[in-house]
């Protein structure tokens, strides 16, 4: 078995836990993709449970890119990495304990890129911080921070082959997206909502 291919399958099999799905179901016992926007993702569990449970799912939906990494270059070698990457966001997206209706892959991309490339992902969590403190859409920042990604990696590296996989993985992230975009089109997006005054937590 190739390097690349022992790469793809450790990143799938580690990508397709769907963490945020089964955090849910423990703090409810209900199915996220009936609740909220439907997505099994981080950010509709803050939006449904709550903050720590949102960051609880946040967490664990990037360690499991990060790990993916990390165990495919234990097992396989460097050049397994970027096909991990790449397994992780689609397991993560296409999960087949989901029937294939996964989350949008945003956070998992991140934990496997701040392993292979930590300064091209630093860059690309500035865009995306910077677009949702200007417009509050975490869907926009979102995308345009995956965007980002494999411009800053064609500058600072690591290499050809990461760049690809990010622009590859970018394409993925916008379509799942779609819907979002669509709702910003009819003014029903909804944005992140600003801390009131005088009061402590995150707003939801």
Same mark, same amino acid.
């Given at each position: 078995?190739?390097?690349?291919? /022992?790469?793809?399958?450790?990143?799938?099999?580690?990508? +397709?836990?769907?963490?945020?799905?089964?955090?849910?179901?423990?703090?409810?016992?209900?199915? $996220?993709?009936?609740?909220?926007?439907?997505? #099994?993702?981080?950010?509709?569990?803050?939006?449904?449970? *709550?903050?720590?449970?949102?960051?609880?799912?946040?967490?664990?939906?990037?360690?499991?890119?990060?790990?993916?990494? $990390?165990?495919?270059?234990?097992?396989?070698?460097?050049?397994?990495?970027?096909?991990?990457?790449?397994?992780?966001?689609?397991?993560?997206?296409?999960?087949? !304990?989901? +029937?294939?209706?996964?989350?949008?892959?945003?956070?998992?991309?991140?934990?496997?890129?701040?392993? $292979?490339?930590?300064?091209?992902?630093?860059?690309?969590?500035?865009?995306?911080?910077?677009?949702?403190?200007?417009?509050?859409?975490? /869907?926009?920042?979102?995308?345009?921070?995956?965007?980002?990604?494999?411009?800053?990696? /064609?500058?600072?590296? #690591? *290499?050809?082959?990461?760049?690809?996989?990010?622009?590859?993985?970018?394409?993925?992230?916008? !379509?799942?997206?779609?819907?979002?975009?669509?709702?910003?089109?009819?003014?029903?997006?909804?944005?992140?909502?600003?801390?009131?005054?005088?009061?402590? *937590?995150? /707003?939801?």
């Amino acid at each position: 078995m190739t390097a690349a291919l /022992s790469g793809i399958l450790v990143g799938a099999a580690i990508g +397709s836990i769907p963490f945020a799905w089964l955090l849910h179901r423990i703090a409810t016992g209900r199915d $996220l993709r009936g609740e909220g926007s439907g997505n #099994p993702g981080a950010t509709n569990v803050e939006r449904v449970d *709550g903050m720590a449970w949102g960051a609880a799912a946040l967490a664990l939906d990037a360690g499991k890119g990060a790990v993916a990494v $990390l165990v495919a270059a234990r097992l396989a070698g460097e050049a397994a990495c970027v096909p991990a990457a790449l397994g992780a966001v689609f397991g993560h997206v296409f999960t087949p !304990w989901l +029937s294939g209706r996964g989350g949008k892959g945003v956070a998992t991309a991140a934990g496997a890129y701040a392993i $292979l490339a930590p300064a091209a992902t630093g860059a690309a969590f500035f865009v995306f911080a910077l677009v949702v403190a200007v417009t509050r859409f975490v /869907s926009l920042g979102s995308v345009l921070g995956a965007a980002a990604l494999p411009i800053a990696l /064609s500058l600072v590296g #690591p *290499g050809r082959r990461a760049t690809i996989a990010a622009a590859a993985i970018g394409l993925v992230i916008a !379509w799942r997206h779609r819907g979002n975009f669509a709702r910003m089109r009819a003014g029903t997006e909804p944005r992140l909502r600003r801390r009131a005054p005088g009061r402590g *937590g995150a /707003s939801r």
